[in-house]
């Protein structure tokens, strides 16, 4: 006797499902923060004299500048009038809001300083031809030929700050220099992280 097939019934094509397993998220584990120093009393006495050496350092640097600034070439700008324009000449025909960023300071107070230096001539404020609500400046001649006298100017005077350093001694103070650039962030520096250390002192005090 020959035995007979059993026939499977045919699945269509809609029947024919495949399941594919389903993948769990991914946990991300974030590195846990490392757990500052203490500091002593021999440090905090350390920052305090290296704070104070930074002051003098750019205190210093500014009267030099001031006092070296060829009145009859530069008549009517001041330190800080100098310096916005070096910051615009470094970032011309770009936005106020980009510059009033580069000097660490809100638009409104440089804006005061920008009307000055348009109305002398050394800066130009023109609207942005795509958003007119954007205000773009720009270095005039007037503001380029005042801007490369105040650069012989700071030329010399970096020159005779480091004229006793090697070049080792240079680059050293140069990586340092970006690490506390680096620490002084805005972007990283944040109100909480400062009321931390505010707040631990206190407890540390009581």
Known sequence: ETKKKTKLPKKSSKELTIEVPKKEPEVLVRP????????????????KQLCEAFDFVINMGNVIEDRTMDRKLIPDLALGELHVIETVNKNNNKPMTLIAKKEHVTVGALTTCVNRLVQKGYLLRTRDEMDQRVILLSVTQKGKDAFMEFRKICDATDEAMFRDFTSEERETLHNLLIRLHHNLDSEKLTKEEINKVLNKEAFDND
């Open 32 to 47: 846990t923060p490392k757990k500052q120093k203490e500091l002593s009393k021999e440090d905090k006495v350390l920052y």
